[in-house]
Protein backbone atom coordinates (compact mmCIF):
# COMPACT_ATOMS: atom_id res chain seq x y z
CA UNK A 1 0.00 0.00 0.00
CA UNK A 2 0.91 3.56 -0.75
CA UNK A 3 2.39 5.44 2.19
CA UNK A 4 1.28 9.27 1.65
CA UNK A 5 3.62 10.20 4.44
CA UNK A 6 6.77 8.60 3.30
CA UNK A 7 5.50 9.98 -0.46
CA UNK A 8 5.60 13.66 1.15
CA UNK A 9 8.82 13.40 2.97
CA UNK A 10 10.53 11.76 -0.47
CA UNK A 11 9.03 15.20 -1.78
CA UNK A 12 9.28 17.93 0.90
CA UNK A 13 8.78 20.98 -0.16
CA UNK A 14 7.53 19.57 -3.62
CA UNK A 15 3.96 20.03 -5.04
CA UNK A 16 2.39 16.65 -6.68
CA UNK A 17 -0.49 14.85 -7.05
CA UNK A 18 -0.81 10.84 -8.03
CA UNK A 19 -2.68 9.86 -10.87
CA UNK A 20 -3.43 6.47 -12.66
CA UNK A 21 -1.13 5.31 -15.17
CA UNK A 22 -0.87 2.36 -17.61
CA UNK A 23 2.26 0.14 -15.62
CA UNK A 24 4.96 0.33 -17.84
CA UNK A 25 6.50 -2.51 -15.30
CA UNK A 26 3.79 -5.11 -15.67
CA UNK A 27 4.07 -7.34 -18.37
CA UNK A 28 -0.19 -7.57 -18.51
CA UNK A 29 -2.19 -4.54 -19.29
CA UNK A 30 -2.40 -3.39 -16.09
CA UNK A 31 -2.78 0.09 -14.28
CA UNK A 32 -0.41 1.51 -11.54
CA UNK A 33 -0.26 5.06 -9.49
CA UNK A 34 2.35 7.50 -10.82
CA UNK A 35 3.50 10.46 -9.19
CA UNK A 36 3.28 13.78 -11.06
CA UNK A 37 5.65 16.39 -9.60
CA UNK A 38 4.99 19.95 -10.30
CA UNK A 39 7.99 21.09 -12.21
CA UNK A 40 9.69 18.23 -13.44
CA UNK A 41 8.89 16.12 -16.39
CA UNK A 42 7.42 12.55 -16.16
CA UNK A 43 6.15 10.55 -14.08
CA UNK A 44 7.64 8.92 -10.79
CA UNK A 45 6.50 5.66 -9.49
CA UNK A 46 5.34 5.61 -5.67
CA UNK A 47 8.02 3.46 -3.50
CA UNK A 48 5.59 0.82 -3.15
CA UNK A 49 3.63 -0.27 -6.26
CA UNK A 50 -0.13 -0.86 -6.40
CA UNK A 51 -1.25 -2.33 -9.66
CA UNK A 52 -4.62 -2.64 -10.80
CA UNK A 53 -6.82 -4.57 -13.62
CA UNK A 54 -8.93 -1.25 -14.69
CA UNK A 55 -7.99 2.75 -15.16
CA UNK A 56 -11.21 3.35 -13.18
CA UNK A 57 -9.73 1.48 -10.40
CA UNK A 58 -6.23 2.92 -10.21
CA UNK A 59 -7.72 6.60 -10.95
CA UNK A 60 -10.33 5.95 -7.75
CA UNK A 61 -7.08 4.99 -5.46
CA UNK A 62 -5.62 7.87 -7.09
CA UNK A 63 -8.11 10.33 -5.90
CA UNK A 64 -8.41 8.81 -2.80
CA UNK A 65 -4.85 9.30 -2.26
CA UNK A 66 -5.07 12.81 -3.33
CA UNK A 67 -7.37 13.30 -1.12
CA UNK A 68 -4.56 13.37 1.63
CA UNK A 69 -3.98 16.46 0.10
CA UNK A 70 -7.21 18.56 -0.19
CA UNK A 71 -6.17 19.54 -4.09
CA UNK A 72 -8.64 19.65 -5.85
CA UNK A 73 -9.17 18.03 -9.00
CA UNK A 74 -8.80 20.71 -11.49
CA UNK A 75 -5.52 21.50 -9.29
CA UNK A 76 -3.78 17.40 -9.79
CA UNK A 77 -5.10 18.13 -13.61
CA UNK A 78 -2.73 20.98 -13.61
CA UNK A 79 -0.55 18.98 -12.07
CA UNK A 80 -0.45 16.41 -14.67
CA UNK A 81 -0.56 19.18 -17.55
CA UNK A 82 2.60 20.38 -16.43
CA UNK A 83 4.46 16.79 -16.29
CA UNK A 84 3.02 15.90 -19.61
CA UNK A 85 4.02 19.06 -21.43
CA UNK A 86 7.98 18.79 -19.75
CA UNK A 87 8.28 15.25 -20.56
CA UNK A 88 7.26 16.36 -24.57
CA UNK A 89 9.81 19.19 -24.21
CA UNK A 90 12.51 17.13 -22.73
CA UNK A 91 11.91 13.77 -24.97
CA UNK A 92 13.62 14.96 -28.45
CA UNK A 93 16.56 16.64 -26.26
CA UNK A 94 17.20 13.04 -24.74
CA UNK A 95 16.85 10.96 -27.97
CA UNK A 96 19.46 13.85 -29.60
CA UNK A 97 21.61 13.27 -27.09
CA UNK A 98 21.45 9.36 -26.57
CA UNK A 99 22.07 9.60 -30.69
CA UNK A 100 24.86 11.46 -29.86
CA UNK A 101 26.60 9.19 -27.05
CA UNK A 102 26.07 6.44 -29.33
CA UNK A 103 27.91 8.27 -32.13
CA UNK A 104 31.08 9.24 -29.88
CA UNK A 105 30.73 5.37 -28.11
CA UNK A 106 31.25 4.15 -32.14
CA UNK A 107 33.79 6.06 -33.05
CA UNK A 108 35.92 6.01 -29.35
CA UNK A 109 35.10 9.74 -29.01
CA UNK A 110 34.36 8.90 -25.31
CA UNK A 111 37.52 6.67 -24.72
CA UNK A 112 39.60 9.54 -25.78
CA UNK A 113 37.98 12.19 -23.74
CA UNK A 114 37.95 9.50 -20.94
CA UNK A 115 41.74 9.35 -20.78
CA UNK A 116 42.33 12.49 -21.68
CA UNK A 117 39.88 14.31 -18.55
CA UNK A 118 40.58 11.05 -16.50
CA UNK A 119 36.97 10.98 -15.75
CA UNK A 120 36.41 8.09 -16.94
CA UNK A 121 33.35 6.84 -14.39
CA UNK A 122 32.10 9.87 -14.61
CA UNK A 123 31.47 10.33 -18.02
CA UNK A 124 30.32 6.30 -17.97
CA UNK A 125 28.08 7.20 -15.47
CA UNK A 126 26.40 10.10 -17.08
CA UNK A 127 25.78 8.15 -20.37
CA UNK A 128 24.02 5.04 -18.06
CA UNK A 129 21.82 8.16 -17.04
CA UNK A 130 20.81 8.96 -20.80
CA UNK A 131 20.78 5.66 -22.10
CA UNK A 132 18.30 4.69 -19.17
CA UNK A 133 16.19 8.60 -19.63
CA UNK A 134 15.80 7.09 -23.08
Request: charged share 30%.
Amino acid sequence: MIDTTAEQTRFEGKIFCYVAIHSPISRDDRFAIGIAVLGEPGYSFALELELFATYKEASMRAEELNGVFRYSLDACVAIVADTMIRQRERRPTLHRLGDLLLDAEKDGTLDRLAKDVRQSETIADFCDAVHMLR
